[in-house]
């Protein structure tokens, strides 16, 4: 069975830093996407960054020079480094991976159980 493993969440304040990373964990044939979504609350999960095995990276427009995604193939991780942080910033965090857990199996998605990230402002 794949986990998802997340740290690094917590209470900063506002023009503050943070790093999430994220470890997957158990049967894995390969990886495609990995990357990082919230929800705060009273709305729909949205995407904040995501990069594929070849390095590709999706960001959010909203984190756009904010936030940096990175990834260790190696490793299965992916990590998110949050600079500039401002209350909006606030929401549970969410890792996901889109991965093969053989090699004639069908990509499917996966999610770690959150992290809370708090902006005061």
């Known amino acids: 069975q794949v986990r998802l493993v997340e740290s690094g969440g917590g209470l900063v304040q506002a023009g503050g830093s943070l790093r999430l990373s994220c470890v997957a964990t158990?049967?894995?044939?390969?990886?495609?996407?990995m990357g990082w979504y919230r929800q705060a609350p009273v709305k729909q999960r949205e995407l904040v960054a995501t990069i594929t095995s070849g390095g590709i990276i999706n960001t959010a427009a909203s984190v756009k020079g904010r936030f940096t995604i990175s990834r260790d193939n190696a490793k299965n991780t992916v990590t998110i480094q949050m600079n500039n942080l401002n209350p909006e910033d606030t929401a549970v965090y969410y890792c996901?991976?889109?991965?093969?857990?053989?090699?004639?199996?069908?990509?499917?998605?996966?999610w770690g159980q959150g992290t809370q990230v708090t902006v005061s402002s």
């Open positions: 996901n991976a889109n991965l093969r857990t053989t090699w004639y199996g069908q990509e499917t998605d996966v």
């Open positions: 158990g049967r894995i044939f390969s990886i495609n996407a």
